[in-house]
């Protein structure tokens, strides 16, 4: 059962919002550094709802905001199985009635059985809900990943999730187009610290989705939750399970250029994708050929839900 969000603390902080000219220009200039070909422009937002996106609204535009909750402190070093949130009441907390819910979280445990990943992709229009969630478990059988779509009553996650709430409406959006990696860093990052070397101490939050079109991506999926304290990063990376996925995958999620003081998550993406796998983002692991194509918008604030009282960075990559 999902926590009441009257019960919950809720901290909230506006975001920098510059031109999108002006970040596309920034993004275009620093993520050279990065990859071979770079291409970033303002368009008008393709329909996200098709193929190969498959969101379930058209766009990223209208009111916007970012919206964090729980954290990793309530999964390591032992799981707080009483965090629980149901996302249909995201948007109120936004001020919208009509909403799209995008990113990456811990997925619905109760509802499956074992602990798993979120892939958050729903469309909220007052009591009508159209949720194409995915969820990924580990398969008890072989340890193959299990990618699930979710009903549409089950729109609780667990214990985490880093969300772009948006009004889901044609508009202006950031279209980033990157070939060939060339640095250490992934899409993700690269796009976040280029960024943060622009914009300093300015929070900047983008929310979204990025489309892996060629190679293989490295990727994990949670097991079910460990019976003994996980304290380390290494301890989190033996107990995590992880996968080299194949493209097209279809990613989720959100980042934020600073830390405007409300211990955020800086960056978390999950993908899925229409052939069976999904997971946790961390890189592709054939450069030569990745080839990213991203759609995001700015958020306006960012909306801190339940952030744990006793935090630490462990488990946040």
């Known amino acids: 059962m999902a926590q009441k969000m009257a019960s919950l603390r809720i901290d909230r902080a506006p975001l920098k919002c510059p031109p999108l000219e002006e970040v596309a220009s920034v993004l275009s200039k620093g993520l050279q550094n990065g990859f071979s070909q770079v291409s970033v422009e303002v368009v008008?937002?393709?329909?996200?709802?098709?193929?190969p996106f498959t969101l379930a609204k058209q766009g990223l535009g209208g009111k916007t905001a970012l919206i964090e909750s729980g954290?990793?402190?309530?999964?390591?070093?032992?799981?707080q199985r009483d965090k629980m949130y149901d996302m249909k009441e995201f948007g109120k907390l936004a001020g919208l009635d009509s909403c799209l819910i995008i990113g990456a979280g811990a997925g619905p445990w109760p509802f499956i059985g074992v602990n798993c990943e979120l892939m958050a992709n729903l469309a909220i229009d007052g009591d009508k809900i159209d949720n194409q969630s995915r969820m990924a478990k580990v398969s008890p059988k072989d340890?193959?990943?299990?990618?699930?779509?979710?009903?549409?009553?089950e729109t609780r996650h667990a214990l985490?999730?880093?969300?772009?709430?948006?009004?889901?409406?044609?508009?202006?959006?950031?279209?980033?187009?990157?070939?060939?990696?060339t640095g250490e860093d992934d899409f993700i990052t690269s796009v976040r610290k280029v960024l943060a070397s622009h914009y300093k101490d300015e929070p900047v939050g983008l929310g979204g989705t990025f489309l892996l079109k060629e190679g293989k991506a490295r990727q994990h999926v949670m097991p079910d939750f460990s019976t003994t304290p996980l304290h380390t990063d290494d301890d989190v990376n033996s107990w995590l399970k992880f996968y080299?996925?194949?493209a097209p995958?279809?990613?989720?999620?959100?980042?934020v250029s600073a830390d405007p003081g409300l211990d955020l998550r800086v960056q978390h993406f999950h993908s899925f994708s229409h052939h069976g796998e999904g997971g946790h983002y961390h890189n592709d692991t054939t450069p030569d050929t990745a080839e990213y194509l991203a759609y995001f918008n700015l958020g306006q604030s960012i909306i801190r839900v339940d952030a744990p009282i006793e935090t630490h960075h462990i488990g946040r990559d």
């Open 44 to 51: 008008d937002c393709p329909d996200l709802s098709q193929q």
């Open 244 to 246: 080299n996925m194949s």
């Open 249 to 255: 995958l279809i990613a989720v999620g959100t980042l």
């Open 143 to 153: 340890s193959s990943c299990d990618l699930q779509v979710l009903p549409n009553d």
């Open 160 to 181: 985490l999730g880093n969300l772009f709430c948006s009004e889901g409406k044609p508009g202006k959006v950031l279209k980033v187009h990157c070939r060939k990696r």
């Open 71 to 79: 954290g990793v402190p309530f999964l390591l070093p032992l799981v």
